[in-house]
Nanobody, 129 residues
Framework: QLELAESGGGLVQPGGSLKLSCTAS??????????IGWFRQAPGKEREGVAC????????NYADSVKGRFTTSRDNGKNTAYLHLDNLKPEDTAVYYC????????????????????WGQGTQVTVSS
C-alpha cells in the first residue's frame, strides 16, 4: 500500500522560494510506476492542478499560472518527488497536496478531484509580507 507525505511548506515573503517534498512509503510498491501530481487548494476555492511529472520524470506539465516559476522533479531512488516554488506571489497561498496515479501528467493536472492511488495530507504555503 502506497502512502505519501508532503513537507517543506511555510511562510515566505512575496518573491521568495520554497521546496516541497513528497515522499512515498509503504509496502510492496514501485514508486517509479506512478506519475506524481501536485495540487493546491486555497481557502474558499476549488482544488486545482499545479504540476505533474511522469513516472520516469521525463515529462512534466504545469498550470499556466505557475509556468516559469514552479518546477517539479523526482528522485525515484529516494521515492521522493519535489516541487520548487520560485518568485512566489500572495495568490500562491494554499494547501499543497501531492498524489500518485497512473494517468499521464497531461491528464492528471486537469483532474484535481481524480481517484488516485494515494494522496498526501497536504502542506500549507503562505505568501505574505
Amino acid at each position: 500500500q502506497l502512502e505519501l507525505a508532503e513537507s517543506g511548506g511555510g511562510l515566505v515573503q512575496p518573491g521568495g522560494s520554497l521546496k516541497l517534498s513528497c515522499t512515498a512509503s509503504g509496502s510492496r510498491f514501485d514508486f517509479d510506476f506512478f506519475s506524481i501530481g501536485w495540487f493546491r487548494q486555497a481557502p474558499g476555492k476549488e482544488r486545482e492542478g499545479v504540476a505533474c511529472i511522469s513516472s520516469s520524470g521525463g515529462t512534466t506539465n504545469y498550470a499556466d499560472s505557475v509556468k516559469g516559476r514552479f518546477t517539479t522533479s523526482r528522485d525515484n531512488g529516494k521515492n521522493t518527488a519535489y516541487l520548487h516554488l520560485d518568485n512566489l506571489k500572495p495568490e500562491d497561498t494554499a494547501v499543497y497536496y501531492c498524489a500518485a496515479g497512473t494517468s499521464s501528467p497531461w491528464i492528471m493536472i486537469r483532474e484535481p478531484e481524480g481517484e488516485y492511488d494515494a494522496w498526501g495530507q497536504g502542506t500549507q504555503v503562505t505568501v505574505s509580507s
